[in-house]
């Protein structure tokens, strides 16, 4: 008996890795995978019980809404045309189906679908502007003016129209994170072709004067580019009212999928770009390449979601927020709170333990997913360049911990995080030499560290 | 009308919370229970019979979207994705 079992477990390990038993007859092997997938369900099951941590790193992406893959699957699985092919109906219902999630996202931002280009994320959407509009506007207008809190991309981008011979402006950002509008006002020169300045900034939830920065921009007759990956479908967002001309959206920040997003082009004044990916024309010629259709529609349906959700997602996230910063600033003392306090969206938090490592406290916390700086820079053991940028202290920006708190969070994990939280602080407190002398009295500025 | 009386939004309520406890995600779970309960609660106290009626045929279109979405996280198996064994090791942190 156990040799035969022994034999049989072996068939249908071969017949899971894909490896076929010539001797095995067809039915046989039909019938051997029929179980195999019984003790695949079977051992699903157990996985049920497996725990994993709770998620409160929405910055760095959010799971998909059940409503937006709903949404998606019919295009995943039986109308899979492709949008523009003019002749059949099964290119006549995807194209369809794009025109509506256009129109989707478009009544999210207050713009006309014409004015919505597809991309494949924020990334690109970025590119895209910054060095669509610097090229094409290359022979009158030299400069770039952006700030040093923008995300990677961003920053890189203009690094590459330095070298190719563009000059561009860093603004620095004050100690709350915010632009000052007077030296914006003073860089804008006569050639100035861009601003780009982003929403709601990724790691410290620093919401920027979007609309007082876009007056300012039309009335310089400057394009103005906005990032507003973070912002889209968290606060109301109105392009007109803001008069921007740029902004770039990212799905998989608003509980939708990953790897589309778009860029809102606006029309009347009409903005010139000169286009990254070249092809067969496909959206007004900006951007070739098939609109994924499954893509598109799931970024639709999560826009329209997050508009009739807005209200209700931004009440509850900011009691939640609010729980979580008044109960860890009672606990513990020493605790900086990295960002203007009133002008944020509540549910990007990042705070600095004093006197604690902030990657160990990362570590310490394993039973929470949360990251300390933004996802494209944790790779590095810098501290992230916008604590640097608001002038955050060496020793604060290496401590400081990013909450991110979303429409799925629960009351149950925020206290459960708040909790871990103070006790793993107060622990490596306990261990950190730094601490004790705090303790006794001891201005740690004060010292004079010696090297040996 | 048939589909505006108590008894039909209460049996849809009940209904909408039953399926909802089948989500396997503990964050999909709750985030159904509570907004079928506080959508039900915002609009507790609509008289107009087609505004009644447009969120009813709502309600209905969630109740069988939620049937489909919890169904079917319980037939995607992930087995196939191994963790590295250095992700299993016993001493806590």
């Not at chain 1, 601003?195 to 900034?201: D, E, K, L, Q, Y």
């Amino acid at each position: 008996m156990n040799m035969m079992n022994r034999t049989l477990s072996r068939k249908l390990l071969r017949s899971m890795c894909g490896i076929s038993n010539p001797r095995l007859s067809f039915a046989q092997s039909a019938v051997n995978t029929v179980q195999g997938q019984k003790e695949l369900i079977k051992s699903r099951e157990l996985e049920k019980d497996e725990l994993r941590p709770l998620y409160m790193d929405f910055q760095a992406t959010t799971p998909m809404d059940p409503r937006v893959l709903d949404a998606m699957l019919p295009f995943q699985v039986n109308y899979y045309g492709n949008p523009h092919s003019r002749t059949h109906a099964y290119g006549w219902e995807s194209e369809s189906a794009v025109e509506k999630a256009r129109k989707q996202v478009a009544d999210l931002i207050g713009a006309d679908p014409r004015e919505i280009v597809f991309t494949s994320g924020a990334t690109e959407s970025n590119n895209m502007s910054i060095k669509g509009v610097a090229r094409f506007y290359k022979a009158k207008k030299n400069h770039i003016i952006t700030t040093q809190t923008e995300h990677k991309c961003v920053l890189d981008s203009c690094r590459i129209m330095e070298a190719e011979g563009f000059d561009v402006t860093y603004l620095p950002v004050k100690n709350n994170g915010l632009i000052d509008l007077k030296q914006l006002e003073e860089t804008i020169r006569p050639d100035t072709s861009l601003v780009s300045i982003m929403t709601v900034n990724n790691e410290i939830g620093v919401k920027q004067p979007i609309k007082e920065i876009g007056h300012l921009c039309r009335s310089k007759n400057v394009f103005f580019h906005t990032d507003a990956a973070q912002a889209v479908g968290k606060i109301p967002v109105n392009v007109n009212d803001w008069k921007v001309d740029l902004m770039s959206i990212s799905g998989h920040k608003i509980y939708g999928p990953k790897g589309v997003g778009a860029l809102y082009v606006k029309r009347r004044p009409r903005v010139r770009i000169e286009p990254l990916l070249n092809g067969g024309g496909q959206e007004r010629g900006l951007r070739s390449g098939t609109v994924p259709t499954p893509l598109a529609v799931g970024f639709g349906a999560a826009c329209e979601i997050a508009q009739q959700e807005l209200e209700y997602d931004y009440k509850r996230v900011t009691v939640l927020a609010n729980r979580l910063v008044q109960k860890i600033m009672s606990e513990i003392p020493d605790v900086v709170m990295n960002g203007d306090p009133d002008q944020r969206y509540p549910g990007c938090i990042n705070l600095s333990f004093a006197y604690v490592e902030g990657e160990s406290l990362l570590m310490a916390l394993k039973d929470v997913a949360l990251s300390s700086g933004s996802a494209c820079t944790s790779a590095s053991l810098e501290p992230s360049y916008v604590l640097r940028a608001i002038g955050a202290d060496e020793d604060l920006a290496h401590s400081s911990i990013r909450f991110g708190i979303g429409r799925f969070t629960t009351e149950e994990e925020v206290d459960f995080t708040v909790e871990k939280c103070i006790q793993q602080v107060k622990r490596l407190r306990e261990m950190s030499p730094l601490w004790e002398m705090v303790q006794e009295g001891i201005d740690i500025k004060s010292i004079k560290w010696t090297q040996h | 009308m048939a589909s505006c009386s108590r008894t039909q939004v209460i049996s849809l309520y009940r209904m909408l919370v039953k399926e909802s406890k089948k989500f396997s995600s503990y964050n999909y779970r709750t985030y159904a229970l509570r907004r079928v309960k506080d959508g039900f609660r915002e609009n507790l106290h609509v008289d107009n019979p087609k505004t009644l009626d447009t969120l009813i045929n709502e309600a209905r279109e969630n109740l069988a979207l939620i049937k489909r979405q919890a169904s079917y996280a319980s037939f995607v198996s992930y087995s196939s994705f191994h963790w590295p064994s250095v992700f299993f090791s016993k001493d806590s942190c």
